[in-house]
């Protein structure tokens, strides 16, 4: 098998997308605003099936339709997917997003009244900071301040999207709105309650993923997510190697120096251990829990709990998740693969932030580890995107996010 190596994919809508079928009610769907890596594992299946002459659509492998396996025939050799066919489940992704965005942490905050002044923050020190100060200190009578912007108003959470590059939030990918309606076959007018609306992304917009494969994809166009036999879903792809990303070590450090000036400002001395954020970059797959969610983390053994489930203790022995800034989501029902019931499972937002606390040791060692998190992610079925993570990020540091 060949060795895997990390490729950039550019997709460009050239006809309305509709990603993830999300419904509000029984008569509006609208797209989501990025690309799961599961959409796009199942758009590159779709592609190989599609040039494959030995493929039988009726036929099912292990429960599954439409899946790819390599059969080794003298029909394969020369055949311009062979090698991803060869290696089509070790192949990674990653979440396309549009425009390269990262989504905005938990522990961003704006004003509620929108001034404008003081744009985007995020607060993850000095949560830290002032949650540390009352379980280091809980003789004291203290209660945290409240945030507020420089307004005098009161800051609230916000959500959507982040361009690292320009350090601003952005808007997500502009979506087109379609009115549809069903033909009653016997009276030859609209059916009663068939008017329905579909909200896809519009044509035009750019989403930006990684992929981990033995060899560029051998495609120019990718018809991705639903309605793709109408003409919806036509991407134009766009391939080049990935650029080496920053050295770890040196966020861990700008981190830890940070974290060491919030917890002076909170009246604290300098942190024995060391604390990492891990900010999830898509939502995170929760392996199996013993009873009820993660919703309440407020406990050390439910947080102790939630980062076994996540695998936390494979990639960092020994390590504590002393804080949990999260939100979780319950999915679960019918698989279309093979017309099986899938249990509910526990997913954890994008956007949520895990705080590991460890003891001091080899700073090479503990770079090599969160530089290993962010390639492989948390928790289950990462190959398909789920799970990433980035490690003490920037905007954190930088407490700007405007």
């Keep these: 098998m060949g060795e895997l190596k990390r490729f950039v994919l550019r ?14 009610d029984t008569q509006y769907t609208e797209s989501l605003d990025h690309i799961p890596g599961s959409r796009l594992r199942a758009a590159f299946a779709r592609a190989i099936l599609s040039d494959c002459p030995l493929f ?5 492998r292990d429960g599954r339709r439409w899946w790819v396996v390599y059969q080794g025939r003298p029909e394969c050799e020369g055949c311009p997917w062979a090698t991803w066919c060869r290696q089509f489940e070790e192949i990674r992704f990653t979440q396309a997003t549009p425009g390269g965005a990262r989504i905005l942490p938990l522990t961003a905050m704006g004003c509620k009244v ?3 002044r003081s744009g985007v923050m995020d607060t993850l020190l000095r949560r830290l900071a002032w949650q540390q100060r009352l379980r280091e200190r809980p003789y004291e009578d203290w ?26 939030p952005v808007s997500g990918p502009r979506r087109q709105a379609f009115t ?6 016997i009276r030859g007018a609209a059916a009663q309650g068939q008017l329905y609306t579909l909200l896809p992304i519009a044509p035009g917009a750019e989403f930006t993923a990684q992929v981990e494969a033995p060899a560029p994809p051998p495609c120019a166009e990718l018809r991705v997510g639903a309605r793709t036999t109408t003409g919806w879903g036509r991407c134009a792809v766009v391939v080049t190697e990935a650029d080496e990303s920053e050295d770890v070590g040196e966020r861990i450090g700008r981190f830890q120096a940070a974290l060491e000036a919030a917890r002076q400002a909170a009246g604290l001395g300098p942190a024995r251990d060391v604390y990492l954020a891990l900010t999830l970059l898509s939502p995170a797959l929760v392996g199996p829990l013993p009873d009820g969610s993660p919703a309440q983390l407020g406990a050390a053994e439910s947080r102790a709990i939630l980062a076994a489930a996540l695998g936390l203790d494979r990639l960092f022995p020994g390590a504590e998740l002393a804080h949990a800034f999260t939100g979780y ?15 509910s499972r526990h997913y954890l937002v994008a956007g949520s932030v895990l705080v590991l606390r460890l003891r001091p040791g080899d700073a090479g060692e503990l770079a090599e580890r969160c530089a290993r998190a962010e390639r492989v992610g948390i928790g289950e079925r990462t190959e398909d995107g789920f799970g990433q993570v980035e490690v003490c990020a920037s905007y954190h540091v930088s407490e700007a996010v405007r």
């Design 329 to 343: 989501e319950v999915k679960g029902g019918w698989r279309l693969s093979d017309g099986g019931w899938a249990e």
């Design 56 to 60: 039988d659509p009726a036929e099912a």
């Design 114 to 116: 929108d001034c404008g």
């Design 11 to 24: 997709l460009t809508a050239r006809s309305p997308l509709l990603i993830g079928d999300r419904r509000a």
């Design 180 to 185: 549809r309606l069903m033909i009653d076959p």
């Design 143 to 168: 209660q945290p301040p409240r945030f507020n912007c420089v307004c005098g108003g009161r800051l609230e959470n916000r959500g959507g999207w982040y361009d690292p590059r320009a350090a601003r």
